[in-house]
């Protein structure tokens, strides 16, 4: 916002403004301001899971099922859901030869799909999955896929 003001009044001092268009102009930065501070955060409450992508589905799961005793909650011949405490999980996806992160997902308190989507989509940011009232994915500025649900949400398995 500083650089937009410090813009304004270059374009004022150099004449290529005048006195009237400089005030409106600080006044309608102002009204925008005060919306956006008025906006309530999707507040994160929790990393609800987080998804990695790996070679061999089976060695990984067992892995994590015997080392950190985490229990498996669901699974398809492609995904597996392991428990992690009493709210959140870790999934495992059979990916190709690149082990890597496919994915983190955030617990927003109060989720409402299309209130994160449209202050999202006001951000100018791209979304990955369908409609779901549930739960989507998007990528944020940097490029890092996120998901997004209630708290509650227990995943699933395809």
Known sequence: MIQTIEALLNKFESGKMSRRQLVISLATLAVAAKA???????????INHITVKVPDLHRTSNFYQEFFGMPLKQHSAKTHILGVGDACFFGIEQGDSQARVDHYDFGIAGFDADDVRAKLTK??????????????????????HVQVNAPDYVGHVS
């Open 36 to 46: 956006r501070a008025q906006e309530k955060p999707s507040r994160a409450v929790s």
């Open 123 to 144: 951000l100018n940011l791209k979304f990955d999955s369908g409609n779901s009232k549930e739960s989507f994915k998007f990528f944020d500025p940097d490029g890092f």
